[in-house]
């Protein structure tokens, strides 16, 4: 977008997809309306009767799928949500035990939930730098995870911050054209400073012969500076299929690590303009740490006081115990909620707006912010826009056209004139994670959330009766949550 000169730039076009339908109804929705009207019209010729019984049935059928709450969720959908926790919950599906007198085999600490089956397994990319690759059997795909320095943008010009963020958007718009990707994410995760990674560095270089004083300062600063600080780290995963084409033979562990590995260092020269910093993929040992800290943050001062090649393996990587409520998640030493995005930011907003959200807070003890996007081909984004450009306009037609509509549709031209230019189509969703030290101080640690997501401008909702699985998809693992959906994409995008 042009701006005049001096004038902030602003972001925004970003639209939900909507199935076409009457009224509320989507696609499924109104071809069941339609189908009921003929099966009504059918009784009522037999019988008068039988055309009323058919018609509150048909009733009875659509007012789950007409009545939302205010996140856009209708009522079949939270039935469905509700019936799937009473029968887990029943199954003893809530509940994780591991370790010697748990249920997993050896007495590891496997992971819970969606990662019970990974597995991590060391490889090396083209320049011979090792990276761990992790490896999800039941969807046959493969992620490695990038940590970042990014460079924060305190005391930066906002025209180096535009910069950023357009080679940001180039960099999205290039994960469509790499071959079987699947999935990108970014996590930004800030968690208290134990100074222990402050005190190695320092202690690794003083002179032994440096003056008294000298070494007395260097004492009071590893001693007084982390108290009260964070750590903020930021991690990029990105997730391969092991599938060439959906359906195709799947490749094995080697066959992904030599291609993954080749493709990586240019993803991470990618990283380089957009403001974060030097990107390194992890290894998997620095991997199997960040996760057994998140479900054990009680282990961070042991963990980091280790030396970089030391430290749990993936087999225990994962708590000793863990619990799932329909409300929130207690792992090891800590008790977690974790919040989807139900709406994007309204509106055009400044690259600011993620600051406050991103940004430590007190009453959080660890707070985990990610970003999962899901590029498209470029042949799909094509099909995609037009097929939203039908269905915006689908939604006009009728005489009480709604604002928001209208303005949908010109969004809609919009994103098929930028997509015909050349730029990607991505869906993204987002997962904020709120980590404390018990179950205790998960109200403040919900309103220090429900403050936040104001700012930011988005809207939040608990990811009620999931809260293990939403937990381990904020984690940087690359986990894509619709392909491990029982219900098919086509229905869920119908609804």
């Known amino acids: 977008m042009a701006t005049p000169d001096g004038a902030d730039r602003t972001y925004g076009n970003w639209r939900k997809p909507a199935s076409p339908g009457i009224g509320k109804l989507g696609l ?15 009784g009522m010729m037999i019988q008068v009767w039988a055309g009323v019984i058919t018609a509150v049935v048909v009733a009875v059928i659509l007012v ?8 856009g969720r209708n009522a079949l959908q939270a039935m469905t949500a509700r019936m799937a926790w009473w029968r887990g919950r029943s199954e003893g599906w809530h509940l994780y035990r591991s370790g010697p007198l748990g249920i997993t085999a050896h007495g590891s600490c496997r992971l819970p939930g969606l990662l019970a089956a990974s597995r991590l397994v060391d490889a090396q990319d083209a320049y011979g730098n090792p990276f761990g690759l992790l490896a999800i059997p039941s969807t046959g795909h493969y992620t490695v995870v990038m940590e970042c320095g990014a460079d924060g943008a305190s005391l930066v010009d906002k025209e180096q911050i ?20 699947v999935s990108a994410s970014v996590t930004i995760e800030t968690a208290p400073d134990l100074g222990h990674r402050l005190e190695r560095e320092v202690s690794a270089n003083i002179d032994p012969n440096a003056p008294a004083l000298a070494r007395q300062v260097l004492q009071e600063v ?16 990105v997730t391969y299929s092991a599938a060439v084409r959906p359906g195709g033979k799947r490749r094995d562990v080697p066959e992904m690590a030599r291609e993954i590995g080749t493709r990586l260092p240019g993803l991470a020269s990618g990283l380089a303009m957009t403001g974060a910093g030097n990107a390194r993929a ?9 996760v057994r800290v998140a479900y054990d943050p009680a282990a961070q001062s042991l963990l980091e006081t280790l030396p970089p090649d030391q430290g749990p393996s993936w087999d225990d990587a994962g708590p000793a115990a863990a619990q799932e ?7 090891d030493s800590g008790a977690s909620i974790t919040w989807g995005m139900s709406e994007a930011p309204r509106g055009e907003v400044l690259s600011s707006v993620m600051t406050g959200l991103v940004s430590p807070h007190a009453d959080i003890a660890r707070k985990r912010v990610t970003l999962l996007y899901r590029p498209y081909d470029p042949g799909a984004a094509a099909k995609l826009v037009e097929r939203d450009r039908k269905d915006a306009r689908f939604r006009i037609t009728g005489a009480n056209t709604a604002a928001r509509d209208t303005i949908a549709v010109t969004a809609a031209d919009q994103s098929a004139r930028e997509e015909a230019k050349g730029a990607g189509l991505v869906r993204f969703a987002m997962l904020v994670t709120a980590t404390v030290r018990s179950v205790e101080d998960l109200p403040a640690a919900s309103a220090a959330i429900d403050s936040l997501a104001p700012t930011a401008r988005v809207q939040l909702r608990p990811m009620y009766g999931a809260q293990a699985s939403a937990f381990a998809a904020a984690l940087p693992l690359g986990i894509v949550l619709p392909d491990h959906l029982q219900v098919p994409a086509l229905v869920r995008e119908a609804m």
């Open 28 to 42: 499924l929705g109104t071809l069941i309306l339609l189908f009921g009207l003929v099966c009504v019209v059918i």
């Open 64 to 71: 789950p799928l007409v009545i939302q709450d205010r996140h």
């Open 162 to 181: 535009d910069t950023w963020v357009a080679y940001w958007g180039a960099w999205l718009s290039s994960l469509s054209f790499e071959p079987a990707l």
């Open 222 to 237: 590893m001693r007084n500076y982390p108290a009260g600080s964070a750590q903020v780290s930021t991690r990029v995963a």
């Open 282 to 290: 992890m290894t998997s040992q620095q991997l199997a740490k960040a």
């Open 325 to 331: 409520s329909w409300d929130h998640y207690v792992h």
